[in-house]
């Protein structure tokens, strides 16, 4: 789906990394890059250097997301 992730800025890295939506319980979350971060060091946002990883293979997956018809 396209809002699987949460773009959010990482207080370890300083990079805005795309983050699986939370269920509220965890204490650290994990890019699609594997970059992890716990809780309260990510912002949500989109101000700042995004991940070149997490750009990647978030655009993958929305390729083959529209190509499978399924956004159709």
């Not at 789906?1 to 650290?28: I, N, P, T």
């Not at 992890?36 to 912002?43: G, L, T």
Request: aromatic share 8%.
């Amino acid at each position: 789906m396209c809002d699987r992730w949460q773009w959010q800025l990482s207080g370890y890295d300083g990079r805005v990394h795309a983050f699986e939506k939370a269920d509220g319980l965890a204490s650290f979350l994990e890019a699609v890059c594997g970059h992890s971060v716990p809780v309260d060091k990510a912002q949500p946002g989109h101000e700042g250097t995004r991940c070149v990883a997490c750009l990647l293979i978030v655009g993958n997956h929305l390729t083959e997301y529209h190509r499978s018809g399924v956004a159709s």
